[in-house]
């Protein structure tokens, strides 16, 4: 029973292995990028063996919809290839067939879900009628169809030729006693398969689990268990493989612990093309019972010492206890040259001797127990005065009933002599990781530097000599206390990284350099020192390395191509951008940015940029760019795809790539280098037309007033989304008739009549009609004489592009289709006199149109007044029609002529006001009426075109306002004189307005002048008068 427990124990965790190893196969598909829909199984073919499970993983990536996928699973068995057989799905219980249905109820096939996107198919007992192709379909739920929906596997199930083999039997064994078991394990499988073997102990008891004592696993290592593991490292266990089918396991002494039930298990494995190694069969042999006796209870004591003896250096004494029996009670005593020093009683409690006491106070001494047989002295720095003789004593105790210890047995070690080695000359090597004196840009630089010689605490600089320099930069450095010291220019993380120092052992250091920069380039220098005791200065030793960083920019190339330089307009075309570089192994980040200069500009825009980071960014310069173009991008290739070429796309191409570390997906650093590709013209051209239409000519020769079709037949088109439009011309019959348009039917089935053809009468008479893809016809109602001449139809070939242009690949026209009527009896007569007139410009003049002979009362006429001058067509000037009404080729036409019947024979156009222009070469063309049909109708069945009549205009007598305006320099002079002679005028007042100002200036001054003579006159004569008089009355 527990052999069975036991069994079903390690098969489960042999599939929670498998499970582990399929889990893996998910989560590397679930770094796939999400793009289209892609369901993947496990490669195959998958081998197991009947009767043990299976697990077959599938996972879907790059779908829409919810993040939890459903997943049905069906098998095409080799019996009925084509045959679908469900299984199981998740989305619908009643998926399986009725030969899985019972299987899936019991729970011997279920599907465990491991994420939303992917599951596991487990088969618990495999059958041979399991194997077959397994395919497993994702129902979808995306917006449309997009990729794959379901992967297939081969599963083939094999025979279990496994057996393992072991006679039963019961062991009694003292303990130290060796012990030696043999298993016999085989495998007849036809696949190649690896064997692996297991020794397991269960103790007595029965509940307990079973203990792995050691293994030889698939890959032919011998691994001990976790309570065996001592042990194995001092060969007291091992497993020995004796021949091709035997396993021995052997212990060479026993202990009380291995008393059991043993058994030898065998595991057969098989690597899938996966490459991961899955167990399919596994066998237990039957048990052997080991009883093993107590042996009598003796122990040894050795002394074992871990130091280099170096001065300063640790020394690390351990004291081991060999005994045969239990775990005894033990005390140990430590003795240096005689005299105890420390001791450890059972129970763990440490005594010290003299001075050891304060040197483990200050941490220079350690004394422990470091097991139940192991006692630890350990001094931290060595001195002179730790030489001598060293032994310990461990002494078997037991505590009596007072609770004193009580000695059984005493032992002693041999001396284990310590002494100091003088200090040894050092060496320095230094190197490069991976032997690299030459990176690129952004790469990391590391240096190792290792110290010969005894060990010792050792201390390092680094420093760096720059290119084109002498003075060393200090970079970094470590102290003996394992405190790290960064420069000046390196103690802050840089543009370019930050340094990084480590120290691997006591002799090694590492000095690392990230995202390194070209200043990184030249000579590193390392430095180690050693503190002596003896010495006033440290001991030094320096080694010197160079190394260069190479520019990024320096390698770096970037070409642009394309399959098609000349594009057909709708069509597809690819460009590539290549980057090349030395680099191409280190995956650093790129930036891809697309550049359009179109056929009209001479600047370079943005189409698209793709970032180093994954985020695409588009430009605004084509609107519709976005929506008609993919873009694919690798490590270094990009790929632009444009689907619906137009016109807007001709132009100039070049794409831009801008070279990052890989530092640079967690920041905004700048680019490292950069580089433009050469411009790429693209050129987008019509499709060549491959239009053909029927050119043969024919002749139709009708009653009047019949109806009659005219064809126009495609024989050829170009292929693709065309369309055509149709021109119908008709040329009549008098002579010097141009082509007018009839009518015309565009790319977009708009009918449009031509300017002659606006009337409703020619509306009525003229038809269009699709009769198919390849055949148009032009329907003619009650044909008359005016009807006569060549008819033939203009086809047009015409492609829509994506932005709306229309674009018109080829014309070609049909052959001429000739209508002649069949004669009636009538015929319309016009005189043919030749006529020229010269009339004087401002006067009126009379053109006559006269008819020979006047038919019966029942007919009536109508008369076309047409005029044509040199290098310019002819024009229909005024239609008198046969009820009377008259129709002007022109409204403006209207004041300036005009057309009435003066007799039963004569028709005259008189021309007011004739001008220069109105000279030239005048025609009338008569037509006869008459009824016909029933109801009755007006047919034109017969008409006659007169002479040309030329009219010369002369130029009439000039008049004096005529003559002046005729002659530009004399306008001129008339305009400019009146300004001239106003502008003399002007200047002539303003000349005897400032005289006369100025001589009323000067008359004002002489007055004023004069006044104050008259003023100073009159005051001189009261002052003389007053001394007069003051002279009399002195005298008085």
Same mark, same amino acid.
């Given at each position: $029973?527990?052999?069975?427990?036991?069994?079903?124990?390690?098969?489960?965790?042999?599939?929670?292995?498998?499970?582990?190893?399929?889990?893996?196969?998910?989560?590397?598909?679930?770094?796939?990028?999400?793009?289209?829909?892609?369901?993947?199984?496990?490669?195959?073919?998958?081998?197991?063996?009947?009767?043990?499970?299976?697990?077959?993983?599938?996972?879907?990536?790059?779908?829409?919809?919810?993040?939890?996928?459903?997943?049905?699973?069906?098998?095409?068995?080799?019996?009925?290839?084509?045959?679908?057989?469900?299984?199981?799905?998740?989305? %619908?219980?009643?998926?399986?067939?009725?030969?899985?249905?019972?299987?899936?109820?019991?729970?011997?096939?279920?599907?465990?879900?491991?994420?939303?996107?992917?599951?596991?198919?487990?088969?618990?007992?495999?059958?041979?009628?399991?194997?077959?192709?397994?395919?497993?379909?994702?129902?979808?739920?995306?917006?449309?169809?997009?990729?794959?929906?379901?992967?297939?596997?081969?599963?083939?199930?094999?025979?279990?030729?496994?057996?393992?083999?072991?006679?039963?039997?019961?062991?009694?064994?003292?303990?130290?006693?060796?012990?030696?078991?043999?298993?016999?394990?085989?495998?007849?499988?036809?696949?190649?398969?690896?064997?692996?073997?297991?020794?397991?102990?269960?103790?007595?008891?029965?509940?307990?689990?079973?203990?792995?004592?050691?293994?030889?696993?698939?890959?032919?290592?011998?691994?001990?268990?976790?309570?065996?593991?001592?042990?194995?490292?001092?060969?007291?266990?091992?497993?020995?493989?004796?021949?091709?089918?035997?396993?021995?396991?052997?212990?060479?002494?026993?202990?009380?612990?291995? /008393?059991?039930?043993?058994?030898?298990?065998?595991?057969?494995?098989?690597?899938?093309?996966?490459?991961?190694?899955?167990?399919?069969?596994?066998?237990?042999?039957?048990?052997?019972?080991?009883?093993?006796?107590?042996?009598?209870?003796?122990?040894?004591?050795?002394?074992?010492?871990?130091?280099?003896?170096?001065?300063?250096?640790?020394?690390?004494?351990?004291? #081991?206890?060999?005994?045969?029996?239990?775990?005894?009670?033990?005390?140990?005593?430590?003795?240096?040259?005689?005299?105890?020093?420390?001791?450890?009683?059972?129970?763990?409690?440490?005594?010290?001797?003299?001075?050891?006491?304060?040197?483990?106070?200050?941490?220079?001494?350690?004394?422990?127990?470091?097991?139940?047989?192991?006692?630890?002295?350990?001094?931290?720095?060595?001195?002179?005065?730790?030489?001598?003789?060293?032994?310990?004593?461990?002494?078997?105790?037991?505590?009596?009933?007072?609770?004193?210890? /009580?000695?059984?047995?005493?032992?002693?070690?041999?001396?284990?002599?310590?002494?100091?080695?003088?200090?040894?000359?050092?060496?320095?090597?230094?190197?490069?990781?991976?032997?690299?004196?030459?990176?690129?840009?952004?790469?990391?630089?590391?240096?190792?530097?290792?110290?010969?010689?005894?060990?010792?605490?050792?201390?390092?600089?680094?420093?760096?000599?720059?290119?084109?320099?002498?003075?060393?930069?200090?970079?970094?450095?470590?102290?003996?206390?394992?405190?790290?010291?960064?420069?000046?220019?390196?103690?802050?993380?840089?543009?370019?990284?930050?340094?990084?120092?480590?120290?691997?052992?006591?002799?090694?250091?590492?000095?690392?350099?990230?995202?390194?920069?070209?200043?990184?380039?030249?000579?590193?220098?390392?430095?180690?020192?050693?503190?002596?005791?003896?010495?006033?200065? %440290?001991?030094?030793?320096?080694?010197?390395?160079?190394?260069?960083? *190479?520019?990024?920019?320096?390698?770096?190339?970037?070409?642009?191509?394309?399959?098609?330089?000349?594009? $057909?307009?709708?069509?597809?075309?690819?460009?590539?951008?290549?980057?090349?570089?030395?680099?191409?192994?280190?995956?650093?980040?790129?930036?891809?940015?697309?550049?359009?200069?179109?056929?009209?500009?001479?600047?370079?825009?943005?189409?698209?940029?793709?970032?180093?980071?994954?985020?695409?960014?588009?430009?605004?310069?084509?609107?519709?760019?976005?929506?008609?173009?993919?873009?694919?991008?690798?490590?270094?290739?990009?790929?632009?795809?444009?689907? %619906?070429?137009?016109?807007?796309?001709?132009?100039?191409?070049?794409?831009?790539?801008?070279?990052?570390?890989?530092?640079?997906?967690?920041?905004?650093?700048?680019?490292?280098?950069?580089?433009?590709?050469?411009?790429?013209?693209?050129?987008?051209?019509?499709?060549?037309? *491959?239009?053909?239409?029927?050119?043969?000519?024919?002749?139709?020769?009708?009653?009047?007033?019949?109806?009659?079709?005219?064809?126009?037949?495609?024989?050829?088109?170009?292929?693709?989304?065309?369309?055509?439009?149709?021109?119908?011309?008709?040329?009549?019959?008098?002579?010097?008739?141009?082509?007018?348009?009839?009518?015309?039917?565009?790319?977009?089935?708009?009918?449009?009549?031509?300017?002659?053809?606006?009337?409703? /009468?020619?509306?009525?008479?003229?038809?269009?009609?699709?009769?198919?893809?390849?055949?148009?016809?032009?329907?003619?109602?009650?044909?008359? %004489?005016?009807?006569?001449?060549?008819?033939?139809?203009?086809?047009?070939?015409?492609?829509?592009?994506?932005?709306?242009?229309?674009?018109?690949?080829?014309?070609?026209?049909?052959?001429?289709?000739?209508?002649?009527?069949?004669?009636?009896?009538?015929?319309?007569?016009?005189?043919?006199?030749?006529?020229?007139?010269?009339?004087?410009?401002?006067?009126?003049?009379?053109?006559?149109?006269?008819?020979?002979?006047?038919?019966?009362?029942?007919?009536?006429?109508?008369?076309?007044?047409?005029?044509?001058?040199?290098?310019?067509?002819?024009?229909?000037?005024?239609?008198?029609?046969?009820?009377?009404?008259?129709?002007?080729?022109?409204?403006?036409?209207?004041?300036?002529?005009?057309?009435?019947?003066?007799?039963?024979?004569?028709?005259?156009?008189? #021309?007011?006001?004739?001008?220069?222009?109105?000279?030239?070469?005048?025609?009338?063309?008569?037509?006869?009426?008459?009824?016909?049909?029933?109801?009755?109708?007006?047919?034109?069945?017969?008409?006659?075109?007169?002479?040309?009549?030329?009219?010369?205009?002369?130029?009439?007598?000039?008049?004096?306002?005529?003559?002046?305006?005729?002659?530009?320099?004399?306008?001129?002079?008339?305009?400019?004189?009146?300004?001239? #002679?106003?502008?003399?005028?002007?200047?002539?007042?303003?000349?005897?307005?400032?005289?006369?100002?100025?001589?009323?200036?000067?008359?004002?001054?002489?007055?004023?002048?004069?006044?104050?003579?008259?003023?100073?006159?009159?005051?001189?004569?009261?002052?003389?008068?007053?001394?007069?008089?003051?002279?009399?009355?002195?005298?008085?």
């Amino acid at each position: $029973m527990l052999v069975t427990l036991l069994g079903r124990k390690r098969t489960v965790l042999a599939q929670m292995a498998g499970i582990s190893y399929v889990a893996s196969f998910f989560l590397l598909l679930t770094k796939l990028s999400i793009g289209q829909r892609e369901v993947t199984v496990q490669k195959g073919p998958l081998f197991r063996a009947e009767g043990y499970p299976v697990s077959i993983g599938c996972n879907v990536t790059g779908h829409q919809g919810p993040s939890e996928q459903h997943f049905q699973w069906s098998v095409y068995l080799p019996t009925n290839p084509t045959q679908e057989v469900q299984i199981i799905s998740t989305k %619908d219980a009643a998926f399986s067939y009725a030969v899985y249905t019972q299987r899936v109820r019991s729970g011997d096939v279920y599907v465990e879900r491991v994420q939303g996107n992917s599951v596991l198919l487990h088969i618990s007992k495999l059958q041979m009628k399991d194997a077959g192709e397994y395919e497993c379909h994702t129902p979808n739920t995306d917006e449309k169809y997009y990729g794959s929906y379901s992967a297939k596997t081969n599963l083939i199930v094999i025979p279990d030729t496994l057996s393992a083999t072991m006679s039963s039997q019961t062991l009694g064994k003292e303990e130290g006693e060796p012990l030696a078991l043999t298993c016999e394990a085989s495998k007849a499988t036809a696949q190649h398969t690896h064997l692996s073997v297991t020794w397991y102990l269960t103790q007595d008891g029965g509940g307990s689990q079973a203990t792995e004592i050691i293994s030889l696993s698939k890959d032919f290592i011998l691994v001990p268990g976790p309570l065996y593991t001592e042990r194995f490292a001092a060969s007291d266990v091992q497993l020995n493989k004796l021949g091709p089918t035997t396993f021995r396991l052997s212990i060479e002494r026993l202990q009380s612990s291995d /008393q059991g039930q043993l058994f030898c298990e065998a595991t057969e494995w098989i690597q899938d093309p996966d490459e991961t190694w899955m167990f399919i069969t596994k066998k237990q042999t039957d048990q052997t019972t080991l009883r093993i006796q107590p042996a009598v209870k003796d122990f040894q004591v050795n002394i074992t010492a871990d130091s280099l003896f170096a001065e300063g250096k640790p020394l690390e004494l351990v004291c #081991l206890v060999v005994s045969s029996g239990r775990d005894p009670q033990l005390q140990g005593i430590w003795f240096f040259n005689g005299t105890e020093i420390a001791h450890i009683d059972a129970g763990g409690v440490l005594g010290l001797k003299n001075d050891y006491k304060e040197r483990a106070s200050q941490g220079e001494l350690q004394v422990s127990k470091l097991g139940p047989k192991a006692f630890s002295l350990k001094i931290f720095s060595l001195g002179p005065e730790d030489e001598g003789a060293y032994r310990c004593v461990v002494a078997e105790v037991m505590k009596t009933r007072t609770g004193s210890w /009580q000695v059984l047995q005493r032992k002693q070690s041999p001396d284990s002599h310590v002494h100091l080695r003088k200090p040894a000359a050092r060496s320095v090597v230094m190197s490069t990781k991976n032997k690299q004196q030459v990176v690129w840009e952004g790469e990391t630089l590391a240096f190792l530097c290792k110290a010969g010689g005894a060990e010792s605490p050792l201390s390092v600089s680094w420093w760096h000599i720059p290119r084109d320099q002498t003075q060393p930069e200090f970079v970094a450095g470590m102290g003996q206390d394992g405190i790290v010291q960064l420069g000046a220019s390196y103690g802050v993380p840089s543009y370019h990284g930050n340094t990084r120092l480590e120290k691997m052992d006591w002799a090694t250091f590492q000095l690392e350099i990230t995202f390194t920069a070209i200043t990184d380039s030249g000579t590193y220098e390392c430095r180690v020192s050693e503190k002596s005791r003896n010495q006033a200065r %440290d001991l030094s030793w320096t080694q010197k390395i160079s190394v260069t960083v *190479k520019s990024l920019e320096s390698s770096l190339q970037v070409s642009l191509m394309s399959r098609q330089p000349q594009v $057909m307009l709708t069509n597809t075309f690819d460009l590539s951008c290549v980057v090349r570089a030395g680099y191409s192994d280190l995956k650093v980040p790129l930036t891809v940015t697309w550049q359009f200069q179109p056929a009209s500009s001479h600047i370079f825009h943005q189409l698209i940029r793709i970032t180093h980071n994954g985020t695409i960014e588009w430009g605004n310069f084509l609107s519709r760019f976005q929506k008609k173009t993919k873009v694919s991008q690798s490590l270094f290739r990009s790929q632009l795809l444009v689907h %619906d070429a137009t016109e807007e796309e001709t132009g100039v191409y070049q794409c831009e790539v801008e070279v990052y570390d890989r530092n640079s997906l967690y920041n905004n650093r700048p680019p490292r280098a950069s580089a433009i590709s050469h411009p790429l013209r693209i050129a987008v051209t019509l499709p060549e037309s *491959k239009l053909k239409v029927n050119s043969r000519s024919q002749v139709q020769e009708l009653s009047i007033n019949s109806n009659t079709d005219i064809e126009c037949s495609i024989l050829s088109r170009s292929n693709g989304n065309l369309q055509l439009a149709i021109i119908w011309y008709f040329s009549p019959v008098s002579t010097n008739a141009s082509w007018l348009k009839i009518l015309e039917m565009d790319q977009t089935n708009v009918i449009k009549t031509g300017d002659e053809f606006h009337t409703p /009468q020619r509306k009525q008479k003229f038809h269009t009609e699709k009769v198919s893809q390849d055949l148009f016809q032009l329907h003619i109602l009650n044909v008359e %004489d005016s009807d006569r001449g060549k008819y033939h139809c203009a086809v047009e070939e015409w492609l829509l592009s994506t932005n709306g242009t229309w674009h018109k690949l080829g014309e070609k026209k049909s052959g001429l289709t000739e209508l002649k009527l069949k004669p009636t009896g009538s015929k319309v007569r016009v005189s043919k006199v030749y006529w020229t007139e010269n009339v004087t410009e401002h006067r009126e003049v009379a053109i006559r149109c006269s008819l020979e002979s006047v038919g019966s009362s029942a007919t009536l006429y109508s008369v076309m007044w047409y005029w044509n001058r040199e290098n310019s067509g002819s024009k229909l000037l005024v239609h008198l029609q046969h009820d009377g009404l008259l129709e002007y080729g022109e409204e403006g036409l209207r004041r300036h002529l005009h057309c009435y019947r003066s007799s039963s024979t004569d028709f005259v156009l008189k #021309l007011h006001q004739v001008e220069m222009e109105d000279a030239g070469m005048y025609w009338c063309r008569v037509a006869e009426w008459q009824l016909h049909g029933h109801p009755s109708k007006w047919i034109n069945q017969a008409s006659d075109e007169s002479q040309r009549m030329v009219l010369t205009v002369l130029p009439s007598e000039p008049t004096l306002p005529s003559r002046i305006c005729s002659s530009a320099p004399l306008l001129y002079f008339l305009f400019i004189c009146p300004f001239v #002679l106003l502008l003399l005028l002007l200047i002539s007042l303003l000349c005897l307005y400032w005289k006369a100002r100025k001589l009323s200036t000067l008359r004002s001054n002489t007055r004023k002048e004069k006044a104050l003579w008259v003023d100073l006159k009159e005051a001189g004569g009261v002052t003389t008068n007053r001394r007069e008089d003051e002279e009399e009355d002195e005298g008085n």
